[in-house]
């Protein structure tokens, strides 16, 4: 099985945000686990991995307020985190801070 590269995933991940809320919930679940194997191990981005996965918890159990504080948070997070990321991936990231919040915002509406 071929290894998804950080870039190509930051790629897909703001395809299907950006795809609407319906879309989302279609592919969160491998989007998510995707996250979570590559996050795995990496002690800087724990913060992240954990609420990834409350995020994947939520949706299972399709708890709205819990999925809009876990994506406001991780546009918060990938805000953080993006002030630090590689040239090349910190547009993207920022971009992805951005469609999380809008995503935050249309779930908790």
């Known amino acids: 099985m071929a290894t ?7 790629d897909a991940t703001l395809a299907t945000l950006q ?6 919930t279609d592919a969160a679940s491998a989007d998510l686990a995707g ?3 590559t996050l795995h191990g ?7 991995a954990q609420e990834l996965q ?5 949706i299972a159990h399709n708890q709205h307020g819990t999925i809009a504080d ?3 948070a991780l546009s918060e997070q990938t805000k953080q985190a993006a002030v630090t990321a590689t040239p090349d991936s910190q547009s993207r990231l920022y971009q992805l801070s ?6 935050a915002g249309q779930v908790g509406a």
């Open 4 to 10: 998804t590269s950080p870039t190509s995933q930051l």
């Open 54 to 58: 409350r995020l994947h918890d939520a």
């Open 19 to 24: 795809g609407g809320l319906n879309k989302i």
């Open 70 to 72: 876990s994506l406001s």
């Open 35 to 37: 996250w979570l194997k």
């Open 98 to 103: 951005d469609v999380l919040k809008q995503a």
């Open 42 to 48: 990496n002690a800087d981005l724990a913060d992240v």
